[in-house]
């Protein structure tokens, strides 16, 4: 399906002056090339390129874009069993996932040189045998800055994604502004945003699969909570973008769905500090969404409600963050001595 190229950025009708900085900034809404890594990379370049004409500084790619999200399917899970072909389908699943680091991310970083844009990518994470949901940050110089891992899988993702730790909450300091990212229903968590405002984020990013009406009222309320520009993208796809039946079958339900079935309707969006729809909702096709971000109203949306500044009560409410790695397994090998310790 050819793209949907966004209407005109729009641009909020105020002063500007010499001391606000205005970013274009670009939401993909597309499917993956499932179970095909190599041609998702293609596809992904493809789109960059077509932002960056359009004058795109920032593009942001949905939930899974690399690797796939694998809607509809339950893996063959029951409480007390997994079958047989639902251990086959993660084996194919989990090949289509990319390790980080790994020639998928140095890829993805060159698209990001090549087109001097800012990259928000989400993508499959393989770490040994178990998977992530992650989104991947490059700079417009084509290197990567890191990543945020999902820390909180939503259901039945939980059997095939391992949870995030608050090592990875990130949020960069970069000559756009301050970008960082959650994904799909972990923005629900309160806990979770509040430890975003607290590290500054002006640029908030929000990959997701959630296409319902009611994603919007959460995008809204986050703009508005933490006086930032809040950017979702989501796939937009049909059954075909799937494989075929048997390789790939929706569950629970009782008959095939035609292969030009909406499975996943987008509703990418960006949305301002002051909770204005800037660009999207987008629910027709693939397409591209942009607009032109004024860094002068996130100081005016904050003069109403700063959430980790004057509008907040730390005698009264706070929040601490365990932001270290945690590791499952330590070797005494490799934990330096420290000698005998002095008695008090």
Aim: charged residues 20%; negative net charge.
């Amino acid at each position: 399906m050819a793209l949907v190229p966004a209407a005109d950025p729009v641009v909020a009708e105020v002063d500007m002056g010499s001391d606000t900085q205005s970013v274009r900034a670009t939401v993909v809404q597309a499917s993956t090339v499932f179970y095909d890594t190599p041609a998702t990379l293609d596809k992904a370049e493809r789109l960059i390129a077509d932002a960056a004409t359009y004058g795109a500084q920032l593009v942001v790619f949905p939930e899974a874009f690399i690797g796939g999200y694998p809607r509809g399917s339950n893996f063959g899970v029951a409480i007390g069993s997994r079958s047989a072909k639902g251990k086959e389908e993660f084996r194919k699943y989990h090949a289509s996932a990319i390790d980080v680091p790994g020639p998928e991310v140095e890829r993805l970083a060159g698209m990001a040189g090549k087109y001097k844009v800012y990259l928000v990518v989400g993508v499959i994470e393989r770490e040994g045998y178990t998977l992530y949901c992650t989104a991947l940050f490059f700079d417009s110089l084509g290197q990567y800055m890191g990543k945020h891992r999902k820390l909180m899988p939503t259901a039945l993702e939980r059997v095939i994604w391992g949870f995030g730790d608050g090592s990875t909450i990130p949020v960069f300091e970069t000559p756009i502004g301050k970008l960082g990212s959650l994904i799909c229903w972990e923005n629900r968590m309160p806990l979770l945003r509040t430890a975003m405002y607290g590290k500054g984020v002006e640029i908030y990013c929000a990959p997701t699969a959630d296409a319902r009406e009611t994603w919007q009222s959460s995008m809204t309320h986050i703009a508005l909570e933490g006086g930032c520009f809040v950017l979702s993208a989501n796939q937009f796809c049909r059954r075909n973008d799937y494989p075929p039946p048997p390789d790939y079958v929706f569950g629970n339900r009782e008959e095939e769905l035609p292969p030009d079935s909406v499975v996943c309707s987008g509703g990418s969006v960006i949305i301002s500090p002051s909770g204005a729809v800037l660009a999207g909702p987008n629910y027709e096709a693939e397409a591209l969404i942009s607009a032109d971000l004024d860094f002068g109203e996130i100081v005016r949306a904050k003069f109403d409600f700063d959430v980790v500044g004057h509008y907040a009560r730390p005698d009264v409410l706070s929040l601490t963050v365990k932001d270290h790695p945690l590791v499952p397994v330590s070797f005494a090998s490799n934990i330096k001595a420290e000698g005998p310790k002095k008695l008090l």
